[in-house]
C-alpha cells in the first residue's frame, strides 16, 4: 500500500542565510521525485528566492508555494527596558493578493521594524494584511509552540486566539513537528489539544534546512560558518538529523500519531495559487499622462542628429535614426530612452563626468544623438540589432559610467524625481566558492588560519570572473588534488569544503543596478534594508533600500533596471584634466583628443597599461605586447577577442596584422 501524499510546507533555502543549505532548484526536484504535487517556501524573514522557487517548481511540474517565515514581535510597551522578543511564524500566500500582502510584511519588517537585524511585523501589520494569508503556527521558535514547551499554556493560548483574530479561524493551522527534540515532544502535547479544544487543523511540517539525511554534517558545518565556531565547540547545532525533505513514506511514519496532520498538507497546497506575472513591462512614463512621448523623444533625437552631423545631416544617418526609432517604438521602449537621457543630462549639466559609453549601446545612433554615448556607430559600423532586436524582445540594457565621486549624486536626482518609494538598487548574493570555502572550512574544524590559506592558494585563479569549481581542482594533476592525496588533514578540509561549495554566505548591495518603477515598489517586489558599509555625519551606519529580488528576477518581473556604475578611471581623468588646467590655463576636452598619437602606442605597445580602462591586467599587457597597437582599430579588437574562447585567436591577429 502506498504511503498518502504529503506537501512540505515549511522549507528553507540557502536565502535563510547560513542557516539553509538547500539549493532552490534541487529542492524543487527532489520534491517532483518523490511524487510530491506542491512545494512552499519559507525561508526567515526575507523572499530572497520567491521567483526562483516559482521558476522551478513551474519547471520540474509541480506547484510553487511562495511563503516566509517572518520574525513576529509584539511592539514593546513604553518605557519597557530589555530586549523585545522575536518568534518565528509561518505564512503562506493562498491567492494573488495573499501574495501582494505577503510582499508588504516583508517590506515592512525591515522599513519598520528591523531589530537587532531581525526584520519584525506585529500582530496589528499581520491583521491589516490578513486577506489571503494562511498562518501554521510555527517551530519551536514561534510564540505558541515555544510557550508550551515551556510550559505556559494561557499565554500560547492568548497568541493562537489573536491569530485567529487577525486571519480567521479557517487560515490557522496547527503546526506540529516530528524532530525527536524532547521539547517539541512536550509542544505537540499542547498544540493539538488546543487544536481539539478551538476545532481547528493539524498540519505536519519538517522545517526543512537540508536536502538530504547524508547533508547533515554540511549543515552544521554550515551553522558553524555563521556562528563563527567549530564542530567540535559549535555555538549552535540541530540537535536531530530529521530536517531534510522527507519522501512521502517518511512523511507518513513521522506522523503516523495524527495522519490528519499529513492530509492537510494537501489540503493547503490544494488552497494555494498563486501566479506570478512575469515578462511584462513596468516602464514608468517619462511625461505626463496625455502627453506624446514618441513625438518628444524624434525631437529630441532631430535635434541631436544635426548637432552631431551638421545641417543637413547625411542621408545614412536619416534612415539610420527612423529606423531605430521605429524599433524602439514598437518595441515600447520611448520612456526609456526619455528617462536615460534625462540623467545623463542632468549629470553633464551638474559637472559630473559621464564615461563615453561602452557595451552593445553604443551601436545606437538614437543613444550618440541623445549624447548618452559618445560613439558614432556609423563611423565605427557598429550594428543596432546587437542592442535591441525585435525578433528578441527583451529590455534595453544600457551601461553608464559615472565618476565615483558624482555617482551617488545621480542616483539621489533620479530617486526624487521618480519617488523614493519607486526607486531602489539591487540585492546581489556572494557565494562560497572553493576559495572562500576551504578556508571557512579549516576554520570550523578549528584548524589555524594557514592550514586554509595554505590550500585555498592551490585552487587557480577565477578566469574573466569565474571561479573554477571544486570538480575542476580535484582532478588528476591538480594541486589541491595532490595535497589532499598526501594529507589527511588537507583531505579531510576539502570534504567540508565542498559541502559548503556554491551556498549563499552573504547579501550585499549590487555595485550598479538601480530600478526604478511605476508604482511603489512593495506594489511588485519585496525589499529589504542592506549595510551600506558606511556612516552617516553622526557615526550611524547608513542602510540602503534594496529589492530583495537579485537582477535576474527583478529583469523577469519587468522592472526597469539601470546600471549606474562608478568608474574610478573617470576621477583620475577629471583630476589630471583639472592639473592640465591649472599648469597651461587651458583644459583639454577629452571627445576632441587625437587617436593617433604615435606615443601612446608606443607605451601600450610596450604592456605599460597600468590604469588605463580594460587594459591594465597582467593578460591583456600581455595581449598589447603581443599585438603591439598601432592605430585604434587594434585596441577594439584586443578588446573584443579577450575573452574566454577567443583568447586563443589574439596571436592569429598580431600575425595578421604584420
Known sequence: ??????????VHSEYSLL????????????????????????????????????????????????????????????????????NHLTLLASSDAGYRNLVKLCSDGFLEGLERGKPTVDMAQIDSHSEGLIALTGCLASRFAGRLADGRDDEARAHVDQLVGALGAEN???????????????ANEGIVRISREMGGSLVGTGDVHYLRHEDHRHHTALLCVQTKSTLADPRMIFETNEFYLRNNEQMAESFKQWPEAIASTVE??????????????LIPRFLPDGEDEKAYLAQLVGEGLRERYGEPPPAEAIERMEM???VIDRMGFNAYFLIVWDFVRWARENGIVVGPGRGSAAGSIVAYTLAITDVDPLRYDLLFERFLNPERVSMPDIDIDFSVRGRERVIQYVTEKYGRESVAQIVTFGRMFPRQATRDAARVLGHDYGAGDRLAKLIPDPIQGRPPSFDDCMKEGQPLRQACDDDPTAAQIVDVARGLE????????????????????????????????????????????????????????????????????????????????RSDGERPHMA??????????????????????????????????????????????????YRPGAMDQIGTYAKGKR
Not at 1 to 10: D, F, G, K, N
Not at 32 to 46: I, N
Open 1 to 10: 500500500m502506498s504511503a498518502p501524499q504529503s506537501v512540505h510546507l515549511h
Open 172 to 186: 490557522v493551522y496547527f503546526e506540529i513537528q516530528n524532530n525527536g527534540i524532547a521539547a517539541q515532544d512536550r
Open 268 to 281: 493547503i497546497a490544494d488552497r494555494c495559487n498563486v501566479e506570478l506575472e512575469l515578462g511584462r513591462q
Open 19 to 86: 542557516d539553509g543549505a538547500c539549493a532552490i532548484d534541487s529542492l524543487a526536484e527532489q520534491a517532483a521525485s518523490f511524487g510530491q504535487s506542491a512545494l512552499a517556501l519559507t525561508d526567515h524573514g526575507v523572499m530572497n528566492g520567491a521567483v526562483e522557487h516559482y521558476q522551478a517548481c513551474i519547471k520540474h511540474g509541480i506547484k510553487p508555494i511562495l511563503g516566509c517565515e517572518i520574525y513576529y514581535a509584539e511592539k514593546p510597551t513604553p518605557g519597557a527596558s530589555g530586549k523585545n522578543e522575536h
Open 324 to 326: 531605430e526609432l521605429a
Open 592 to 641: 576632441t583628443l587625437p587617436l593617433d598619437d604615435e606615443k601612446t602606442y608606443a607605451m601600450l605597445s610596450r604592456g605599460d597599461s597600468g590604469g588605463v580602462f580594460q587594459f591594465e591586467s597582467e593578460g591583456m599587457q600581455d595581449a598589447l605586447r603581443t599585438v603591439k597597437p598601432t592605430e585604434f582599430d587594434d585596441l577594439v579588437a584586443l578588446v573584443a577577442l
Open 502 to 581: 556554491g551556498v549563499v554566505r552573504n547579501s550585499s548591495i549590487h555595485a550598479a543596478a538601480v530600478v526604478i518603477a511605476d508604482r511603489p515598489l512593495t506594489e511588485i517586489v519585496p525589499v529589504q534594508l542592506a549595510d551600506a558599509n558606511t556612516t552617516d555625519e553622526d557615526g550611524n551606519r547608513v542602510y540602503k533600500v534594496v529589492t530583495q529580488f537579485s537582477m535576474k528576477p527583478v529583469e523577469q518581473l519587468g522592472l526597469l533596471k539601470m546600471d549606474f556604475l562608478g568608474l574610478r578611471n573617470l576621477d583620475v581623468i577629471e583630476d589630471a584634466l583639472d592639473i592640465i588646467e
